[in-house]
Each structure stands twice: as structure tokens, then as C-alpha cells.
């Protein structure tokens, strides 16, 4: 199987879709979030630190830049992972890999591996597949719309556009 990694591009395009928040704030669904779009876990909410790079940090005061991008790069590793497994050897694009990861990395990895999109991606049926990312639209029960407008980022970039956000 091959082993995809998102490419510079695609890593801006999700930084540039998530957004950057050095101080923690609550996410659309009310769960504490820094960073790029970083759910702090249970550990790292009672610990008050997270791991960026290599250091155990206090984030309750907020985070630079560059420890941001850190934990991004170890977030996303787990995301590409997924993303991996989850198509094995489907044959994709690096545009269509970094769009499914911007995907999997917003909706979680497990939420995309039992998507009707995965499955298209799986079988090959990729102009439907590129349809199908319009379905993740919603938290909540509502129709966001800045979940919509994610959504057709994407969907444009999995049918060839480029990496480089218009946001």
C-alpha cells in the first residue's frame, strides 16, 4: 500500500481552513480547542500541558506559532494515517489525498472511514466522491455555513484544483 504524506500545500490549505488560535477557545460544539483546530484531550485538559515538538507545554495561557505548527505536524500524522488506511491502495491524487485529509482531519478520522465518501474513493467512483463531501455540512443537527463553504474548498481541490487556499 502506498504511504501518503500531505504535501506543503495541502498542509497550508487545512492551517488556512482551521484557522490559527494561540489561545484555547471552545470549538462549534462547545469542546476546547487550540492551535490549528486541536481538541485538547483529557489528559492535556487536566495536565494544562501539550506536546509540541518535543516539549511538554502550558497551554492554558496560550501558544506561539511555531508550537502550533508542531502540534499540527503530530496531529495531522495521525490524520494522514487514517486517511491511509482507510483507502488503502485506492489510487489518488496528491490534491485528492490532501482534500481527504483536510476532510478526515475536520470530521475526525473515524467519522471519514465510514463515510459513503471513503467508500466512493475506495471503488473508484471519484466524481461521486467529490459530490459527496457537500454531505458533511453539519453540526449539530444545523447546516453551517462555513461548513459548506469548507466543503466546496475541498471538493474543488479532490477534483484537481489547488492546494493554495482562496480564503
Keep these: 500500500m502506498p504511504w501518503r504524506r500531505t504535501s506543503p500545500a495541502g498542509r497550508a490549505f ?3 481552513q482551521e484557522g490559527v488560535q494561540l489561545q484555547p477557545y471552545e470549538d462549534s460544539a462547545g469542546r476546547l480547542t487550540i492551535g490549528v483546530g486541536h ?28 508550537q502550533a505548527d ?19 491502495n485506492a489510487p489518488v491524487t496528491q490534491s485528492q489525498f490532501d482534500a481527504l485529509v483536510s476532510l478526515a482531519y475536520n470530521i475526525g478520522v473515524n467519522a471519514f472511514a465510514h463515510s ?39 471538493a474543488e481541490l479532490f477534483s484537481g484544483g489547488s492546494s493554495e487556499s482562496t480564503v
Excluded at 507545554?57 to 501558544?63: A, E, H
Excluded at 475506495?122 to 444545523?142: H, L, N, P, T
Design 14 to 16: 487545512i492551517r488556512d
Design 39 to 66: 481538541l485538547l484531550t483529557p489528559q492535556e485538559l487536566e495536565s494544562g500541558e501539550i506536546l509540541a515538538g518535543s516539549q511538554w507545554v502550558q497551554w492554558r495561557n496560550g501558544i506561539t506559532e511555531e
Design 70 to 88: 508542531d502540534i499540527l505536524a503530530r496531529d495531522l500524522r495521525a490524520t494522514e494515517n487514517g486517511v491511509n488506511v482507510a483507502i488503502g
Design 116 to 154: 459513503t465518501l471513503c467508500r466512493l474513493v475506495v471503488q473508484g467512483r471519484m466524481d461521486e466522491a467529490a459530490k459527496a463531501f457537500s454531505q458533511w455540512r453539519y453540526s449539530g443537527g444545523e447546516v453551517v455555513p462555513g461548513l459548506v463553504a469548507r466543503r466546496e474548498r475541498e
